[in-house]
């Protein structure tokens, strides 16, 4: 049984930056293309980022691109979402997820798992 357990959130200031962490176990990770979406308040969850498996392709969403990087580590189970230039539009909570493939996925029905998701804050 595949499961995803996001680590890193937290409360920032705007223009701060945060690291969140998403560790897959149960299957080998690099069975998955892994993504981040996010949720905020009121709101529909939404694509943020995207990584292919062996980590060479990205997708970004245009309001995080140039601000957010997604990466993974195959030898850690990791995939990784570093937020910079952080804005108060950037709280939400955060979901890591895998989708079996071998491209890279921004919506969300192309994934299979997903995480509890972490508080990101950002006051102004």
């Known amino acids: 049984q595949v499961q995803l357990v996001e680590s890193g959130g937290g409360s920032e200031e705007a223009g701060g930056s945060l690291s969140l962490s998403c560790v897959l176990s149960?299957?080998?990770?690099?069975?998955?293309?892994m993504g981040w979406f996010r949720q905020a308040p009121g709101k529909q969850r939404e694509f943020v980022a995207a990584i292919n498996r062996p980590g060479h392709n990205t997708a970004y969403a245009p309001s995080v691109k140039g601000r957010f990087i997604i990466s993974r580590d195959n030898a850690r189970n990791t995939v990784y979402l570093q937020m910079n230039r952080l804005q108060p539009e950037d709280t939400a909570v955060y979901y890591c997820?895998?989708?079996?493939?071998?491209?890279?996925?921004?919506?969300?029905?192309?994934?299979?798992?997903w995480g509890q998701g972490t508080q990101v804050t950002v006051t102004p």
């Open positions: 149960g299957r080998p990770f690099t069975l998955y293309a």
């Open positions: 997820a895998g989708a079996t493939g071998s491209s890279y996925y921004t919506r969300e029905s192309f994934y299979d798992y």
